[in-house]
């Protein structure tokens, strides 16, 4: 059981280069998240989608997209890299969001380090 | 709105020592609280979850904790520490409604374990 799985694990970008950061759960989770986990920050999250079809916006979703492409994926794209993008980059996945969480504890994925020249 | 706060970025202590992390919260509603701790250069893992019920959670690797509804606390112990407990460990809190039921994490405190 994989759980959730990122790819790519590692990627180094020059400015203004676009990358797309994908996810896929196993797990029959309706909602899956996006997070950046920088120095002293945190965890903060960029978008989530609670049910496929559906995302929304974060705390950081500004030079950032997302596509819900079916139910056990999620994709970040950043249409135009920016050294403050450096950062490691986490998916994660829970049941469901709000009313319909039965707990929402989330599940992650081991992380994409990104680094924006 | 739900929020956490975690007393102190940085703990260390020594091997066998009394592990105390502290994780205090905001909740307008009975609160769901979790600790999760992240091993370097990997993804985050749950630790323990208080959702109702027993107010002392037992988790992995010898680590508990005991919500304090009083004190608005939920901080994670361990009576004896161990060198591969280094890494760093989130509280976090669901939130409300408004808030779409997400995980408010804390901001993370890192644990060393000194030989």
């Known amino acids: 059981n994989a759980g959730v799985t990122q790819t790519p694990k590692f990627q180094v970008l020059k400015t203004g280069q676009s990358m797309t950061l994908q996810c896929a759960q196993d797990m029959n989770h309706n909602s899956m998240y996006w997070y950046r986990q920088d120095p002293g920050m945190g965890l903060r999250l960029i978008y989530y989608s609670a049910s496929e079809g559906t995302t929304d916006k974060g705390e950081v979703p500004n030079g950032y997209n997302v596509s819900r492409l079916n139910k056990r994926e999620f994709s970040l794209r950043l249409e135009s890299a920016a050294p403050s993008q450096t950062s490691v980059y986490f998916c994660a996945s829970s049941e469901a969001t709000g009313q319909g969480a039965r707990t929402g504890e989330l599940f992650f994925g081991e992380g994409s380090r990104l680094t924006v020249l | 709105a739900q929020s956490v706060t975690q007393l102190g970025s940085h703990v260390s202590v020594s091997e066998g020592a009394l592990v105390l992390l502290r994780c205090n919260y905001s909740s307008s509603v009975p609160p769901y609280l979790f600790w999760y701790v992240q091993y370097p250069n990997q993804g985050l893992q749950l630790l323990l979850k208080?959702?109702?019920?027993?107010?002392l959670v037992k988790g992995i690797n010898g680590f508990e904790a005991e919500f304090k509804k009083s004190e608005t606390s939920f901080h994670l112990t361990k009576p004896s520490a161990h060198m591969s407990d280094a890494a760093e460990y989130f509280c976090a809190v669901r939130g409300s409604y408004n808030q779409g039921g997400k995980l408010i994490f804390g901001q993370g405190t890192e644990l060393s374990v000194k030989p």
């Open positions: 208080y959702t109702t019920g027993a107010t």
